[in-house]
Nanobody, 119 residues
Framework: QVRLVESVGGLVQPGGSLLLSCAAS????????FRWYRQAPGMLRELVAT???????SYADSVKGRFTISRNSAESTAYLEMNSLKPEDTAVYYC?????????????WGRGTQVTVSS
């Protein structure tokens, strides 16, 4: 089995910043693409940011210029740096990663972490 575990989110004031992490554990050959999603109550799950195994990044229009996705040198942990946060960024944030296992390739999800932006 493999797992993805997000760091604890929290309450942040508008204009503030927060760093989320997503740590992979278990037995696997490598990780390819990491993705961060978010879902607000009553809303569809939204793809926020993507980073490929080669380091190529992409972002949703709603977070461009404010959020940055990255991964560590060992490629076992992904990060989402969130700056200039707005109340509309309030959501449960989910990490997703594509694992290459000894039995094949599969996507796994973290359980989600709550981020609330409010004064």
């Amino acid at each position: 089995q493999v797992r993805l575990v997000e760091s604890v989110g929290g309450l942040v004031q508008p204009g503030g910043s927060l760093l989320l992490s997503c740590a992979a554990s278990g037995i696997f050959i490598r990780l390819n693409t990491f993705r961060w999603y978010r879902q607000a109550p009553g809303m569809l799950r939204e793809l926020v940011a993507t980073i490929s195994g080669g380091g190529t990044t992409s972002y949703a229009d709603s977070v461009k210029g404010r959020f940055t996705i990255s991964r560590n040198s060992a490629e076992s942990t992904a990060y989402l740096e969130m700056n200039s946060l707005k109340p509309e960024d309030t959501a449960v944030y989910y990490c997703n990663a594509r694992f290459v296992l000894y039995t094949g390739t599969i996507d796994y999800w973290g359980r989600g972490t709550q981020v609330t932006v409010s004064s």
